[in-house]
């Protein structure tokens, strides 16, 4: 799904950013700031595998990998299904 010239998962953290511009009343500076952010984010996306930047969440810890839906638990002795 395209909004303007970027995707949702592109526009996402710029749209915070501006966000942010509006409550500490720096429009025009979070605005610039967003378009920046917004375009590094299309070039590292664009620039790596598929699932990167899954990975890359895993990896600071900001998406949990305890629940894995794809495949059961390893340490389960009996699986029934």
Not at 25 to 53: H, S, W, Y
Request: charged fraction near 15%.
């Amino acid at each position: 799904m395209y909004v303007l010239f970027w995707t949702a998962d592109e526009l996402l953290p710029g749209l915070f950013v501006f966000i942010v511009g509006v409550l500490i009343a720096q429009k025009l500076v979070c605005l610039i700031v967003a378009v920046v952010i917004t375009k590094l984010f299309r070039r590292m996306k664009e620039g790596n595998p598929d699932g990167f930047l899954l990975h890359l969440g895993y990896w600071y810890g900001l998406i949990s990998g305890r629940v894995a839906y794809s495949m059961p638990n390893s340490f389960i002795r009996e699986f029934v299904p």
